[in-house]
């Protein structure tokens, strides 16, 4: 695989919800390696676009490359950790371990029968580490705080080992000292070369941490090395400006 | 042997009723385990219902109830699960619609031909004198198929349980695992059939998880508490049954019932144990 591949590449999208259009001929390139921030107020077409780009939701028109095969492809979504919005559909009350949830996040690898090896066991106890939360693997999830269990999510994508991270919303409902941690945590995992798509509406925090920014809001307004082209203040701006003063900045 | 709580192992159909229970009783809460925790349980509800149909039709054309079962249910959680994946309509209303039209054609089945010989209460309570050496080597291989499945694919069933999408962003092949557990359920409906009867399988495969998950420990332990909790309450159920001449099928979920209740008090027993 040539080293220069992006990521992620997404040609002429168009994506629709409900009838109606989140973006409309929207291409991109992430480069490997990328800390991306997908920014932009609610309802503005971050999660579906996430969706797109980690092949759960077939785009309208266009397409969307995963380290250069289509991220339809079940293959190329090995390499792919995902922490989903609010925790995704999981139960507070689902009887399982933080280490039984850790472990889901091998289960991407080899056959549906395979059992747990010794690299398994390692990967696990060093998602486990990575995220501080060793000392809480035989605790239920539906005993740990809301930060814990974020971290035990993270920790679970971490566990697949992912060349891509890709992270819904993750610190909604963290205190900052919380938010601060999983900020830090993803800083290292982000100097590892692990690529990262953080979706967020936090964005006076995340400019300070991500090197490249989406932002949406019922379309593309910008995409870019934000540093390069456009500062915190313009971005925030950009979220929560009305739909009409955008149109300035759709050149970025 | 006299007077002793094992007498009822003098007679043969007691001993075949105790074999398939016990087969039962490890396959009912180990599928059970998934439903549950996928807020999935009314579908093995939905599933015994529409077993009806399919052994109406199984009497007409001379299939054994538990075979006729197994293939109606199969082929209906295929079709529900199908209905899922295209979000025609919501899960509880795709079981709602499939559970009172099998009950509907299983009921107008049997009313075409009354005189069939055989007592569909049975069917509908169970009967431990309908356990015959034939329904029970097809108990026995039904049973340990679907339970050496469901150990196999442990990892990815458990995966796909505890969310959906991040399964599939993972590269699971979840509408595959999906549909397999769906076919496993139908599998433990028809092997239910004689012990416990198709009204009352749903509560066996639901509630001693139910019991278990009350002591909030890790999955494989919550399985484990369950297993339990259904192996004893099929062996009671039956004891009690014979000696007290009892509905087999409710006595034993009546069992599971009073097992909820114990835990219930003991998981906060344990749980201020701890505390102190």
Redesign the interface.
Known sequence: MSVTQPAIAAEHLTLQRGGETICEDFSFSITAGAYVAVIGPNGGGKTTLLRAI???TAPTIGTVQLFGAPASD?????R?????QRG????P?????V???V??????YGG???R?TDEDHRAIADALDRMGIARLQ?R?L??LSGGERQRALLA??LA?RPDLL?LDEPIDGLDPASREEFYAALRAIHDEGTTILFVTHDVHRIVQEADTAICLRHELVCHGAHACHIGGTELRNIVHRSQDELAEHHSV | MTNGIFDFLAFDFMVRALLAGIVLAFVAPTIGMFFVVRRYAVMADTLAHISLAGIAGGLYVGIAPVWAALLACALAALGIERLREQRVLAPDAIMTLFLFGGLALGVVLLGLRPAIGVSVASFLFGSILTVTDGSLTAIAIIGACTFLITVLLWRALFTVSLDEDVARAGGLPVRFINRTLAVLGAATIAISINVVGLLLIGALMVIPVLAAMQFRVGFRATWAIALAVAVLSVVIGLMMSFSLNLASGATIVLITVFAFLASLVLSRFAAKALRS
């Open positions: 980690l092949g759960l079940a293959r190329v979504r090995r792919v950790g995902y922490v989903a995704g559909s999981i139960d009350q689902f009887p399982a371990t280490r039984e949830i472990a889901a996040g091998r289960a991407q549906l029968l395979r747990l035989e239920p539906g005993t679970r994508a697949a890709a």
